[in-house]
Nanobody, 125 residues
Framework: QVQLEDSGGGSVQAGGSLRLSCVAS????????MAWFRQSPGKEREAVAA????????WYTDPVKGRFAISEDKAKNTAFLQMSDLKPEDTAMYYC??????????????????WGQGTQVTVSS
């Protein structure tokens, strides 16, 4: 079992930055992938970024490439999503997720077993 607690959301103006954090507890040694997803009202949950925790290889979706960066502090069992040059369309609830098995599609939500409770990001124009 893995418990995830995400935080760091807030309200910023367009062009600003935020860093989201996701602290993992429980069977943290079994995490093979960490990811961030987001969901806006009336829309489906969409992937933002994913990270293979052993190789530190990242994946990003097109809307955030070049603006967001996913990383992990293994000593603190904490994943981060550094968000820069934020846009109003980035407004959403952001969720971190963890997979404890090897997965084929790191940017698909159905691959992940564990989820944080979400942290709200609001970007004003």
């Amino acid at each position: 079992q893995v418990q995830l607690e995400d935080s760091g959301g807030g309200s910023v103006q367009a062009g600003g930055s935020l860093r989201l954090s996701c602290v993992a507890s429980g069977s943290t040694a079994t995490r093979h992938y960490m990811a961030w997803f987001r969901q806006s009202p009336g829309k489906e949950r969409e992937a933002v970024a994913a990270l293979a925790t052993i190789s530190d290889y990242p994946w990003y979706t097109d809307p955030v490439k070049g603006r967001f960066a996913i990383s992990e502090d293994k000593a603190k069992n904490t994943a981060f999503l550094q968000m820069s040059d934020l846009k109003p369309e980035d407004t959403a609830m952001y969720y971190c997720a963890a997979a404890t098995t090897w997965i084929r599609f790191p940017l698909r939500s159905e691959e992940y077993e564990y989820w944080g409770q979400g942290t709200q990001v609001t970007v004003s124009s």
